[in-house]
């Protein structure tokens, strides 16, 4: 509440019904036929009921990149990387269950960033040492589980575990 144009976060698939999600996928597939992109590019839209309008595309890997990494198989960024110089995939591959994350923002001031064990779900790790502003990003934090309702909730335990970690007193 008190940061409300903050990003706080994604999780996929997102909650759409089949007929939105098939419309939004023929609008794109038009706009894009017609547009000189390479590689991935995300595409924004704001939904309302059964309408939809789409903000922007952007020719870049979008913020929620990350999401969409399989768990097998060559990587997004390889993916990236080869359809910029012209090589696709002879198959789409479907993704399977669900993946969210958010931004851990610091609650307070950390003068000094102390070393932790940090897990694999976490990433953009602050270095040891280095300061961190109250508000800052301090971190980005990933769960997957078989339904978006369960990696939002993974999701939440696991910044409350990191908070948890950096908050503890010290004994």
């Not at 939904?47 to 979008?62: A, C, M, T, Y």
């Not at 993704?95 to 694999?120: F, H, K, Q, S």
Request: aromatic content about 8%; some cysteine; glycine content about 6%.
């Amino acid at each position: 509440p008190r940061h409300p144009f903050r990003y706080g976060g994604a999780v996929r698939p997102a909650a759409l019904r089949e007929n939105l999600a098939q419309a939004m996928t023929a609008a794109l597939t038009r706009l894009t036929a017609r547009l000189p992109l390479t590689g991935l590019s995300s595409a924004d839209f704001l939904v309302d009921g059964d309408r939809f309008h789409l903000l922007e595309i952007n020719p870049r890997p979008g913020a929620t990149f990350d999401l969409f990494e399989p768990e097998r198989g060559p990587s997004l960024f390889a993916l990236h990387v080869d359809a910029c110089a012209g090589r696709l995939p002879d198959t789409v591959r479907r993704l399977e269950g669900a993946t969210a994350g958010a931004i851990l923002y610091a609650a307070r001031d950390i003068e000094d960033m102390p070393a932790l064990d940090w897990p694999d779900w976490v990433s953009d790790r602050p270095v040891p040492g280095s300061a961190v502003k109250a508000d800052a990003p301090l971190c980005s934090v990933f769960a997957r589980a078989e339904t978006a309702a369960q990696a939002r909730q993974l999701l939440e335990r696991r910044m409350a575990e990191i908070e948890a970690r950096l908050w503890e007193p010290v004994t």
